[in-house]
């Protein structure tokens, strides 16, 4: 390991989506590599995707990416405050971890007064009176610089957003305090690289453009000979050197955050007759954690596609049902815009539906919100495909999970084993009347040795009580290591979980797609997707590490 002391560095941007998590994470590979003992950190996140960490607490996706790229576990210091959208007009706060109330967008970005409204799940830490936010994530940056080097800090959107100059936590002011090197990440694929790169310097203070050591151009598309004579005018009327120009690269793929990546997403909807296996991503409209399907994207044998389109959820082979930010109002959606009828209908003629997190609330008879924690509906019905009532709480639940599924321990349940989920549990009429598994009960593989995956990973991110309706009885998906249930199987073509990150496990997407084994016998072996991932992290250090002049910036890290 090496011992040599340097400077943290910052990644900012011109403005949102140009890079810098992608870039970030890049250098926490190539730092790892080099020798060193690299950690990410971001002051101030905005996402819905987010993630657990091992102590059972909530970050921002992007910086358990890069902590993964770094080879080191991931921390609530990485990334102190979160903030999740409700609306156009709040978002929860998640402060080092624990989410401790809603806040209006307009009071934390121009007002700066109060504390978040808080939850049951907790109060602000200081016990009275208004959070000092920049507090909180300056000392959250000193614990972590105190153990790891050197700190690879991401900024947030633009670093030129005047307006909010004096409430940014995350940008300037944060390498001011953590004493960083900035190097700044324009975009040159959206157009206006030279007036974007120029004005985010130009409008910095003199102290804040000193900081700023360096200009990444990213995304470039063609010959890079064609922009010498641009890096030099660029050098030239921004006084910075541009120290890298990275090319766009379309055989790279690493998890990415954004709420633009996930337009992106939403925008593959056509299912394009493919012979693969046939997977519809119901496009919600406060659809959370969307990279729990990045590793099916990656699989030679699946054709994933995100849709809110009744006829394309009629085509698919797998329907799933995704985490969102506000069940109710999504479930609400569905079935006004038709596409909860159409699951049902689909699942009636043979699709498989699994439901993640708030997917697998909305399978179930209801949801319930006595509380409002959501907002001011109280009750809706759901699909009915799973014999299970949910109760919507103000306490999160986030941590880390162990589990096999399906459960080891005795097999499926005697009523699971034996056919369909009983109709007295007040399942829908569409389930009484005829779902899976109709013909010839369930599949021959899940009685007799389908496959189980042991030992997997995945996390909790959740708010609500999930049970079994009326007389139901418990028929989980997976088992625990800590000893507890979680999910409900009605056969292998109708499940739900709560456990995020259960598609990375290859011996879980093998039982997913065994009822389709005619159209998976010729695609190939099965995914590996950790081991895609850490191909990913490798073939992207070694793409930044050819384009980016590695020797400046270890001198501007070690100037003084």
């Not at 809603?102 to 970005?109: L, V």
């Not at 994207?297 to 985490?323: C, M």
């Not at 009523?415 to 010839?440: E, I, V």
């Amino acid at each position: 390991m090496k011992s040599m002391k340097l400077h943290p560095v910052m990644f900012a941007g011109t403005g949102s989506d140009v890079g810098k998590s992608v870039i970030a994470a890049a250098f926490c590979r190539i730092f790892r590599q080099d020798g060193y003992h690299p950690a990410p950190f971001k002051a101030q996140n905005m996402a819905l995707n987010s993630y657990a960490t091992p102590e059972g607490l909530e970050i921002g996706r992007a910086q358990a990416v890069q902590a993964e790229a770094a080879g080191i576990p991931c921390h609530t210091d990485m990334n102190p405050l979160l903030l999740k959208p409700q609306s156009d007009h709040s978002s929860q706060v998640v402060l080092n971890g624990r989410p401790i109330g809603n806040r209006d967008a307009y009071d934390f970005w121009r007002k700066g007064k109060g504390a978040p409204t808080p939850q049951s799940s907790g109060q602000p830490p200081s016990g009275r009176g208004a959070i000092d936010f920049r507090r909180e994530v300056c000392n959250a940056f000193d614990r972590l610089a105190a153990r790891y080097n050197p700190i690879v800090m991401e900024g947030a959107g633009s670093i030129s957003e005047i307006n909010l100059k004096d409430r940014d936590l995350v940008n300037m002011p944060m390498a001011r305090h953590a004493g960083a090197d900035v190097i700044l990440v324009g975009d040159i694929d959206r157009g206006g690289v030279f007036a974007s790169v120029y004005g985010s310097i130009a409008l910095q203070t003199p102290e804040d453009r000193q900081r700023i050591k360096g200009i990444i151009i990213n995304k470039f598309r063609g010959d890079l000979r064609l922009f010498e004579e641009g890096k030099r005018m660029l050098e030239d009327i921004c006084g910075v050197p541009v120290i890298g120009i990275v090319p766009y690269a379309h055989d790279i793929h690493i998890e990415e955050e954004d709420s633009v990546a996930l337009a992106q997403k939403n925008s593959q909807f056509s299912i394009l007759h493919s012979p693969l296996v046939n997977v519809a991503v119901i496009a919600l409209r406060h659809l959370s954690n969307y990279t729990d399907f990045d590793a099916l994207e990656q699989d030679s044998r699946i054709h994933l596609f995100y849709t809110n389109s009744v006829e394309d959820i009629l085509k698919a082979d797998i329907i799933i049902l995704p985490g969102t930010k506000s069940t109710l109002h999504d479930l609400y959606e569905l079935r006004l815009g038709g596409c909860a009828q159409a699951i049902v209908r689909a699942h009636r003629e043979g699709a498989t539906v699994l439901g993640i997190c708030g997917g697998y609330q909305m399978m179930g008879i209801e949801v319930c919100d006595p509380d409002h924690v959501e907002g001011d509906i109280e009750r809706l019905p759901g699909l009915g495909l799973l014999p299970v009532t949910t109760t919507m709480s103000g306490e999160k639940i986030t941590r880390q999970a162990t589990f096999d599924c399906p459960p080891a321990r005795g097999g499926l349940s005697k009523g699971l084993r034996g056919g369909s989920p009983p109709a007295r549990g007040g399942l829908s009429k569409g389930l009484r009347g005829g779902s899976p598994p109709a013909r010839g009960g369930l599949s021959r593989g899940l009685r007799g040795g389908s496959p189980k995956c042991h030992d997997g990973k995945g996390y909790e991110i959740h708010m609500g009580e999930t049970r079994p309706f009326g007389d139901a009885k418990p028929q989980p998906l997976a088992h625990l290591s800590d000893g507890r249930d979680d999910g409900y199987i009605v056969s292998p073509k109708c499940m739900g979980t709560y456990l995020h990150g259960i598609l990375d496990n290859a011996p879980f997407v093998d039982f997913l797609l065994q009822p389709f084994a005619d159209k998976t016998a010729q695609a190939g072996r099965p995914f590996d997707y950790q081991a895609f991932k850490e191909e990913q992290y490798d073939k992207l250090a070694a793409h930044v590490r050819q384009h980016v002049d590695m020797d400046m910036l270890y001198k501007i890290l070690t100037d003084d």
